[in-house]
Nanobody
Framework: QVQLVETGGGLVQAGGSLRLSCAASGDTFKTYIMAWFRQAPGKEREFVAL????????RYADSVKGRFTMSRDNAKNTVYLQTSSLNAEDTAVYYC?????????????????WGQGTQVTVSS
């Protein structure tokens, strides 16, 4: 079972940037579709971004497109989420997740492995 650990969250002013990282254990990282989800208090978990197994294809939620960039480094077993132009609505716990399926799904139901989350708080 792959273990995922997110880092890089914190407190940032509106308009600022953060880079989130997710480090994966094991030697099967390149076989997973990877995604970022986020969950704000009292709200459902929502899709943020995904990247295919090779890193050549990304998808983004409309709410973050143009502001966030997802990437992966298979040699380092790590995925990244570079955020910019952060606003208060970006405040949430950000989770990385891995799918061993074959479809580029935005549904959390398709992701088998999850990290513990990292808190991003954007001050107004």
């Amino acid at each position: 079972q792959v273990q995922l650990v997110e880092t890089g969250g914190g407190l940032v002013q509106a308009g600022g940037s953060l880079r989130l990282s997710c480090a994966a254990s094991g030697d099967t990282f390149k076989t997973y579709i990877m995604a970022w989800f986020r969950q704000a208090p009292g709200k459902e978990r929502e899709f943020v971004a995904l990247v295919n197994k090779s890193g050549g294809t990304t998808r983004y939620a409309d709410s973050v497109k143009g502001r966030f960039t997802m990437s992966r480094d298979n040699a380092k077993n790590t995925v990244y989420l570079q955020t910019s132009s952060l606003n208060a609505e970006d405040t949430a716990v950000y989770y990385c997740a891995a799918s061993d399926g074959v479809l580029l799904s935005t549904s959390p139901l398709r992701y088998k492995y999850w990290g513990q989350g990292t808190q991003v708080t954007v001050s107004s």
